[in-house]
């Protein structure tokens, strides 16, 4: 598996291009974003989307049949990284994508980096 971290502002086509770039099966880990504004998202690597939202339960939210695509949520970053993780395939590539640059998401970035060398130990 590849993990991948970038800024992308809410722009979706920004999103669309580095997904392209990559060019492999690619679980999407967001925050800050509306299950509505994700489920915009389409492309034909996208396989899953993982909203972080500390309000909801962690789980699957819904199935996108048309970009066949499951959307889900997760109660922290730590879980998020968890259900990715389980959710990913050998090739796949799990991109962290956060909307917007603060220190909240400074602070997730380095759980992010955490999480994810916890895992490969």
């Keep these: 598996m590849v993990y991948l971290k970038r800024l992308f502002a809410g722009r ?3 999103l669309l291009s580095i997904i392209d770039l990559i060019n492999r ?3 999407i880990i967001s925050k800050g974003r509306s299950s509505d504004k994700l ?3 389409r492309h034909n690597k996208v396989k ?3 909203r972080i939202d500390p309000k909801k339960i962690t789980g699957l939210e819904c199935w996108d049949e048309e970009s066949e695509t499951f959307f889900y949520t997760a109660a922290s970053a730590k879980r ?3 259900l990715a993780d389980n ?3 050998r090739g ?3 991109f962290f994508a956060p909307l917007e640059y603060g220190k ?3 602070e997730m970035y380095l759980q992010f980096d955490h999480e994810i060398e916890s895992l490969l130990v």
């Design 12 to 14: 979706n086509d920004i």
């Design 25 to 27: 099966p690619t679980i």
């Design 39 to 41: 489920q915009k998202i």
């Design 48 to 50: 899953a989307i993982v």
């Design 80 to 82: 998020a990284i968890f």
């Design 87 to 89: 959710l990913a395939e």
């Design 92 to 94: 796949d590539a799990i």
């Design 104 to 106: 909240d998401n400074l």
